[in-house]
């Protein structure tokens, strides 16, 4: 869920931006890497952070469920002489991955990468024609399947809350119609239908598809479970000490970022309308002030760390709590196995 979700800000400027990671000398500064550490990179992408975790002498355990990054990160892998450990897999999985005594950091930038978006073929920006896939791992249910196959209620719930399109309804009514005589294949197919639906006004920022677009990116990769089952594993994986860095681009993310922090800070909790609140300890403990924005000078050079958000917490040794996804109050959003069938 990045600050281009449907491919905009990355081209805004009259051509692709290469990929570069945002907030990196504050990432850096909160998970203070060093020589004899162990940190997890949830995210490896085009290994931004990993090459300075390993320029600070740590080793990197990373991840990644996209295939290309995997293939693309080989030569950073044969260069770090034994240090880093590249894995293909989703990082709700992390715990897995950490060694015996723990890790002693985990860093997760949340969101689709711009090396996926100018890749046409795989389907994230109607910027430029392509399959509409936007699969990250590259298998499973795509967004073609979604906008072909789900219901009108389900479109209409993941378009207005995903994407917090207010013209949800509408949208989802009319790829129902068109689906009918023809489905979906490109994603200028279904642009060109928002396009119509929804024209653009003069003092419109943004192309009418974006949001659209970025709600079938975030349900196709399940982006919002993921991280949320990723900060319960990093609570099992990190050992008292350890330091969990996140930075997300989207307010929906940051939602479950700041509520999970909150939720594990030990204060008290409960209803209101109880007399007595139930205090737990502590299984983390603010680093900083609080959320770190990016600065203008970074957002001016890289378009995507405009909406950038850091948050970071130390571990403390209370035991990990239950991984309750109730605490985060997401939406019941279609399956998407039954989406697949």
């Not at 594990?264 to 959320?291: Q, Y």
């Amino acid at each position: 869920m990045a600050a281009n979700p449907g491919g905009g800000s990355t081209e805004a400027d009259g051509g692709p931006v290469r990929h570069i990671p945002v907030l990196l000398s504050e990432v850096v500064e909160a998970l203070e890497p060093r020589s004899g550490k162990v940190i997890l990179d949830g995210t490896f992408g085009a290994g931004g952070y990993t090459s300075a975790i390993l320029g600070a002498g740590a080793e990197v355990i990373a991840l990644d469920r996209d295939p290309t990054a995997i293939a693309a990160g080989q030569a950073l892998v044969d260069a770090s002489g034994g240090r880093l450990k590249l894995h293909h897999t989703q990082f709700s999985h992390l715990a897995d991955f950490a060694p015996e005594g723990g890790l002693d950091g985990v860093v997760l930038d949340i969101g689709v990468s711009s090396m996926q978006i100018d890749e046409a073929d795989r389907g994230f920006s109607f910027q430029r024609n392509g399959p509409l896939d936007m699969r990250m791992s590259a298998s499973g249910v795509s967004a073609a399947d979604v906008v072909n196959r789900a219901k009108v209620g389900d479109l209409i719930r993941i378009f207005g809350f995903l994407g917090e399109e207010k013209q949800a309804g509408r949208i989802a009514r009319a790829i129902e119609k068109q689906r009918a005589k023809e489905p979906f294949r490109t994603t200028r197919d279904l642009a060109g239908l928002i396009e119509v639906v929804t024209p653009r006004k003069a003092k419109d920022k943004i192309h009418p598809a974006t949001r659209v677009f970025q709600a079938l990116r975030i349900f196709v990769n399940d982006e919002l479970g993921e991280l949320a089952q990723a900060l319960f594993a990093a609570e099992r994986a990190l050992k008292p000490g350890g330091r969990l860095v996140v930075v997300t681009f989207h307010s929906l993310e940051d939602r479950i970022v700041k509520k999970f922090f909150s939720e594990r800070s030990g204060k008290a909790s409960g209803s209101r309308h109880l007399p007595m609140a139930v205090t737990r300890p502590a299984t983390f403990e603010p680093i900083g002030k609080g959320m770190v924005a990016a600065s203008e000078a970074e957002a001016e050079v890289n378009p995507r760390a405009r909406s950038a958000k850091l948050r970071a917490g130390l571990r403390t040794d209370a035991p990990a709590e239950k991984a309750d996804m109730s605490i985060f109050d997401l939406p019941d959003l279609a399956s998407l196995e039954k989406i697949g069938v």
